[in-house]
Structure formats: C-alpha cells, structure tokens
C-alpha cells in the first residue's frame, strides 16, 4: 500500500537555525505530494504542493520543498527558522491512489 | 470574506447512531475535501466534491458518505457510530481543487466528535 514517512517525530531546533524535515513516499509512477502545517491554536494550512514541474517548490512563509524522485523524498526546508514556526507539519502524497498523510513532525522552535 | 465554517462545532454520540456534519466553503469555492484527525491514525483523507460530484475517496467503510449541494456546501454522514469514530472532522474548500497551479485550500476549525 501507498505510504507517506515522516521519520522525525519532534524536532527542536533554535530561531535562526535552518530547518529540513524529511518525507519519504513508497509508490512509483505519478506523484503528487503536499505539505501542510498546524500551528497551536489555528486551523491546518497548506504550506505547499508539487504537481509535475520544477522539482523545487516554494511556498507560503518562507518554505520551501524538493522532489526527489531516485530518492523518493519531498523534504521540507526553511533557512532560518523563527518561534512563531513552532507547529506540526505533514507531508503527503498522492498519485493513482487516495491522499495519504505521514504521522507528523512536531517542531518546536526555542529562542 | 468569510471562512470555511463547520457546524455542528462539537458533538456527542452513541454507538450505533448516526450523524451528519456540515461544511459551507468559501463563497466561490466548488470544491470540498473532507479529512478525518485522530491522535492515533493521524490525519486520513475521507472524500473531495466538486461541483456536486465525488472526485476522489478515501480508504473509508461505506458508513462514511458525503454530498454536495448546488450552492457548494457539503454534507458528511457517518452511520452506525463506532467508537473509533470519535475524531477531528475537518473539511476544507477551494476554488477548483489542488491541480490548478496557484492554486491553495483554506481548512474549516473542524467539527469534534466523541462517540460514548
């Protein structure tokens, strides 16, 4: 079956460290892959989201995440994380198949 | 303008009974996708409407079904209540749905189920 990984469960890192979290997806062929973040308090957001294209994708808050495909890997980076990047982020990923969510990576940004 | 809302906001059931959420999107927006938070399997993807028809579904027992209605807002049912229903419904709405280049989603505050 289709799978998402997300292998860090917790991150923490300091404000102005970088950031990458990784994902990796279990299924060849097309592949549409996304990552969202919840933030304490607030509803899910789409960070953002690769389709076909430029393998490097930015988004929303400075985001940004590369498709890999010989590595099965859509990991997540920000150069230089701030406190307010405290959140959960999921990746996730579809193709011929449902949408499937990895667990989830908890970062926790300290100043 | 105004944001995805879900009603009811909290709700409490029975095992064996049914429920319906509801979900009104984004004024504009046709399409609707409707996902399931619980601590232990995460987040699950359940089903998208667009334009009144079910573009995509997830991997989810029949007791799940869903429906959209011509001014675009949808509608969850979930049957016969398990207790392992009890979770985070979130919906969430856009213009055309994720394909489209620019294109992003806006999530609702999600409706909260317990089933006793």
């Known amino acids: 079956a289709q799978s998402v990984s997300q292998h860090n469960h917790h991150v923490i890192l300091s404000e102005a460290a970088s950031l990458e979290l990784g994902c990796n997806y279990s299924?060849?062929?097309?592949?549409?892959l996304f990552w969202y973040v919840q933030y304490p308090g607030q509803h899910l957001q789409l960070l953002l989201k690769?389709?076909?294209?430029?393998?490097l994708v930015k988004g929303i808050k400075g985001f940004e995440a590369e498709f890999i495909k010989s590595k099965f890997s859509f990991n997540l980076r920000k150069p230089s994380v701030q406190w307010s990047d405290t959140a959960e982020y999921f990746c996730a990923g579809s193709g011929n198949t449902p949408l499937v969510f990895g667990k989830g990576t908890r970062l926790s940004v300290i100043a | 303008k105004a944001g995805v809302t879900q009603t009811p906001r909290y709700l409490i059931k029975t095992r064996g009974q049914q429920v319906t959420l509801s979900c009104s999107p984004i004024?504009?927006?046709?399409?609707v996708s409707w996902y399931q938070q619980t601590p232990g399997q995460g987040l699950q993807f359940l089903f998208e409407?667009?334009?009144?028809?079910?573009?995509n579904k997830g991997n989810f027992p029949g007791r799940f079904s869903g429906r959209q209605f011509s001014n675009s807002r949808s509608e969850m049912n979930v049957s016969t209540l398990e207790l392992g229903d009890s979770a985070l419904y979130l919906c969430a709405s856009s213009l055309g749905g994720l394909r489209i280049p620019g294109e992003t989603q806006y999530f609702g505050p999600g409706t909260r189920l317990l089933v006793l």
């Open positions: 004024s504009g927006h046709r399409s």
């Open positions: 409407y667009f334009s009144e028809t079910q573009r």
């Open positions: 690769y389709f076909s294209g430029d393998p």
């Open positions: 299924y060849g062929g097309t592949v549409n």
